[in-house]
Structure formats: C-alpha cells, structure tokens
C-alpha cells in the first residue's frame, strides 16, 4: 500500500545523503501538468543532469504512477539495464522510452492508447554516481464521453 508518510520520509532520507550532491544534480520535468483525452498517446517528459565528460557507470531510474493506495511501475532501469518484467500490467505494450535522447539526460516516456485510469501524478526518481533526484508532473486523462456532451 502507498503510504506518502512512508515515501516523504524514504525522500528526505535520500535527501540527507545526497546532500553534497544536490547542488549539482538535478531532475526536473519539462511540463508539470498534461491534458489528455482516453485513446490519445503523449510523451511525458524528465530530464537529468548528465556530465560533460565521461559516462555514467551506473544508472537507475524509476517512473511510477503514484494512483491512490497503489504505485504501479512505468519504466525502470537498474545499473543501466531496462527491467521490463517490473513494470505494471496496466501500462504492459504501451510504453516506449526515446533512447538516443536518454544519454543526453532526456527521459522521454511514449505513453500510447491512454486510458483514464492512467491519471495521475507521475514521479521519476534518477541516481547517478553523481546523486539521486525526483520530479513529478500529474496527467489528467479525460473520458471521451466527457466532449459529447
Ligand atoms: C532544471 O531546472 C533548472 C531551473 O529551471 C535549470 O536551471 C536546470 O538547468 C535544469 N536542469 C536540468 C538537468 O534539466
Ligand atoms: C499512438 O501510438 C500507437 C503506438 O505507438 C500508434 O500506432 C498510433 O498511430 C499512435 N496514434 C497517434 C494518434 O499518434
Ligand atoms: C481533468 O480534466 C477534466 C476535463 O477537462 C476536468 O473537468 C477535470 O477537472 C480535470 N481534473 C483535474 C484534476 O485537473
């Protein structure tokens, strides 16, 4: 069960340890509300900050819909390697993430045949081996029965 008590005290914990490295590592999202409407596809947008030199020896992201008394899991990757099996059955076939803007610090998450249940607040936690960050952006995804009358 999601419990943001729970969660807000696992980010502050996060927070503390990464302290030294939140002045240079950032995530934000490029939008921080979407309109939808049921069956439309949208890209949802995060970005990182990647290093000017050098790559990354270890990656790990973790995009969750945060929906009331439940998370379900979007994309994941862990030390740099997609974990499909991970993500959630309501999302299974209808997600695909843009991976030749990834290195580049994009997370651009191709949601298709959006369904109204997939409303709701979108989160995205990054950790490099320069830090950890998270932002959110909420999807409000609309019924089509809502513009016929
Ligand atoms: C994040 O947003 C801040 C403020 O808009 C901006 O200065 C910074 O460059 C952004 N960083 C990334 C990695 O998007
Ligand atoms: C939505 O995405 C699906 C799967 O990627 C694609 O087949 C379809 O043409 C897209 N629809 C629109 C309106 O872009
Ligand atoms: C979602 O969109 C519908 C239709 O535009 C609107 O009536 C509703 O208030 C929106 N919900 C939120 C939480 O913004």
């Not at 949802?44 to 945060?66: A, H, K, N, P, V």
């Not at 009331?68 to 899991?73: A, G, I």
């Not at 709701?120 to 998270?134: A, I, N, Q």
């Amino acid at each position: 069960i999601y419990e943001p008590e729970n969660i807000c005290i696992l980010c502050l914990i996060l927070s503390f340890l990464s302290v030294s490295s939140a002045a240079t590592f950032v995530v934000n999202v490029t939008q921080s509300r979407y309109e939808a409407e049921e069956n439309q596809n949208i890209t949802l947008e995060w970005t990182f900050t990647t290093r000017t030199q050098g790559s990354y020896r270890e990656l790990f992201i973790y995009c969750s819909l945060l929906a009331p008394h439940k998370e379900l899991v979007l994309y994941r990757v862990h030390e740099g390697v997609e974990i499909p099996e991970s993500q959630d059955d309501q999302f299974s076939g209808r997600v695909q993430i843009d991976k030749d803007v990834l290195r580049e610090g994009r997370i651009r998450l191709h949601v298709s045949r959006l369904r109204t249940e997939d409303s709701g607040l979108y989160r995205c936690e990054v950790k490099t081996g320069d830090g950890f960050g998270s932002a959110e952006c909420r999807l409000n995804v609309s019924g089509e029965f809502l513009l016929r009358f």
